[in-house]
């Protein structure tokens, strides 16, 4: 039976950036967790204000660079992003005949190859300052010991073919 687990919770972003430690070390190297889900969004909506949301699922805090969403760093492993500009139709709807500088979306992109044994930290990079919601899903997987290592030098950014 596949058991489930979601972490959630608020962060805020100050001058566009936030970092927050959602999962700590347990030392239970056996039990790892596979992102199946990763949602942000504002506690506020707003109909009238523009909403730029650029969230990180990583195994590393980012600290105060400006890192950006990078497929290539092997310590990330969750991207979320949603982009709005100008007011959305009293109808909550944008109008198909908008500009697609104007409409707004929502994604969010997860590497399924990777297990979290350790930390995960999400961070807020180009976001609207205020404060959002997020929540992650969680799969929870019993780990061999070799899955286990393998895990760890995945998390310490070491390429595992």
């Known amino acids: 039976m596949r058991k489930v687990r979601t972490l959630r919770g608020q962060i805020t972003a100050v001058g566009g950036k936030a970092d927050k430690q959602l999962i700590l070390n347990d030392q239970l190297i056996n039990r790892g ?10 506690s506020i909506a ?3 204000q523009d909403q730029n949301i650029t969230a990180i699922l990583s195994y590393a805090q980012l600290g105060s660079a400006n890192v950006e969403m990078d497929a290539g760093d ?3 492993l969750g991207w979320a992003f949603q982009m709005q500009t100008g007011a ?14 104007s409409s707004g979306y929502f ?12 930390d995960l ?9 205020r404060t959002y919601n997020y929540m992650v899903v969680c799969e929870l997987m019993e780990l061999t010991d070799n899955e286990a290592i393998i895990t760890i030098i995945k998390e310490n950014s070491q390429s595992i073919e």
Not at 33 to 42: I, N
């Open 33 to 42: 967790l596979r992102v199946t889900g990763f949602f942000v969004w504002p």
């Open 46 to 48: 707003s109909a009238t």
């Open 74 to 76: 092997n310590t990330q």
């Open 88 to 101: 959305i139709p009293s109808g909550g709807v944008p109008d198909p005949g908008r500009s697609p500088g």
């Open 107 to 118: 994604n969010q992109l997860i590497d399924p190859d990777h297990i979290i044994n350790r």
């Open 121 to 129: 930290f999400i961070a807020l990079r180009s976001s609207n300052d």
